[in-house]
């Protein structure tokens, strides 16, 4: 089990969270794994049906997503494909449990599936090999890579390439790194489902001479229509693209109250007078503006581009579009507390009919981790201490 805490990116580990909280520990409670059913997928271009077969399975769940250094592992990473469920928020507080009962996550190398998939963080001007090991896969899959540029055979295309993974293959591709900046990778084999069903995650290549901030962290916000989600795990729902109605919406894969917990969740955990980094993408379908309470922020980077100092500008809502990438910056001066960052669409901040949930996060000062409020947020999100 990784030591990290908080949102990936700045190590906020166990011992600093006891620390802060004055706490024994943290042990979480019980979640439920619903059972799930065999799904088979056709040829390219046909579509996945959900199976009939009475070998009803229970899934393993995922867990929260990584940083893989790529440089400190030779620039090579192996992302193999499973199924799973996800706990979105398992606990039964404001509107849960909510889970989503087969995904398809991405595994890096050793490390535990993930959805959203582990961040892939890698140099300017180094080459990553990524391989694809879809040897215990059931569907074929593809990784295509936003942002860097890199050679036609590589672009992860199935229809435009030739090149699918089929399920008991394997596939090296060879990514660039040659454009700075944060971008995104997914799988691109029946995109508006695989992308639903979970095959998304962060691609960050820092720019040379990368000077980090005192806290920096990766966050993606993602829409879901569970109904798919329940068809390809075998359950009796009607379900198309066209038709597509979200009613779970996430922040690195999980709904409040789930993701203020340090461990499972991504709160944005800072100290007085620290700068504050955080590289934000969109892989829903939707429009997010997420709106940081008591901190104003400035954009420097969108989509793998640096901002002009002279272009930025203080503000606190970010709009995000899908496929977008957005970084902003800022400095944590605010009372030391507990502020809400959260989609302002208020139906994004929902769990069903309960308000608030959903697309909601924080921005959590240290000083404030000890006290009597934060220990009810963690209480709501389903852990004892």
């Known amino acids: 089990m990784s030591d990290q805490m908080s949102a990936p990116g700045t190590r906020f580990s166990r011992r600093n969270f006891v620390k802060a909280t004055g706490a024994a520990g943290v042990a979480s409670l019980a979640g439920c794994n619903a059972p799930n059913a065999d799904t088979t997928e056709a040829v390219e271009g046909k579509t996945e049906t959900p199976s009939t077969s009475s070998n009803v399975q229970q899934l393993p769940t995922t867990s929260p997503p990584q940083v893989v250094d790529l440089a400190a592992q030779n620039n090579q990473v192996t992302l193999s494909t499973k199924r799973r469920s996800h706990e979105v928020h398992p606990g039964e507080s404001m509107g849960g449990p909510i889970e989503l009962p087969e995904v398809w996550a991405f595994q890096a190398d050793d490390r535990e599936p993930s959805v959203p998939g582990p961040i892939l963080r890698a140099q300017e001007g180094d080459t990553v090999e990524v391989k694809l090991d879809n040897t215990d896969g059931m569907h074929p899959h593809t990784v295509h890579f936003h942002g860097v ?40 084999y029946q995109t508006h489902r695989h992308i639903d069903m979970g095959m998304y995650g962060i691609f960050r290549v820092d720019p040379e001479g990368y000077e980090e901030a005192d806290r920096e962290y990766f966050l993606t916000v993602k829409d879901w229509d569970s109904r798919l989600n329940r068809q390809i795990a075998g359950e009796d729902v009607s379900y198309s693209p066209r038709n597509r109605d979200p009613d779970v919406f996430t922040i690195n894969g999980k709904s ?11 709160p944005i955990i800072v100290s007085e007078g620290d700068t504050v980094r955080i590289h934000y993408t969109n892989n829903g379908y939707m429009n997010h503006p997420l709106h940081t309470h008591n901190h104003r922020f400035e954009v420097v980077e969108k989509d793998g581009s640096q901002i002009p100092e002279a272009a930025r500008y203080k503000e606190d809502i970010l709009d995000i579009a899908p496929a977008e990438r957005k970084t902003l910056e800022f400095e944590a001066d605010a009372d030391p507390g507990i502020y809400l960052m959260h989609c302002h669409k208020v139906s994004h901040a929902m769990n069903g009919n309960s308000y608030p949930g959903g697309m909601v996060g924080g921005i959590v000062y240290e000083d404030a981790m000890d006290s009597e409020v934060f220990a009810n947020l963690m209480d709501y999100a389903g852990y004892e201490g």
Request: net charge negative; hydrophobic share 20%; aromatic share 6%.
């Open 149 to 188: 540029r890199k050679t036609w055979e590589n672009d992860g295309v199935p229809t435009t390439t030739g090149i699918t993974v089929k399920p008991g293959e394997e596939h090296t591709y060879e990514i660039p790194a040659n454009v700075p900046g944060t971008h995104l990778y997914h799988c691109h």
């Open 256 to 266: 409040a109250p789930r993701t203020l917990h340090p461990e499972d969740g991504s």
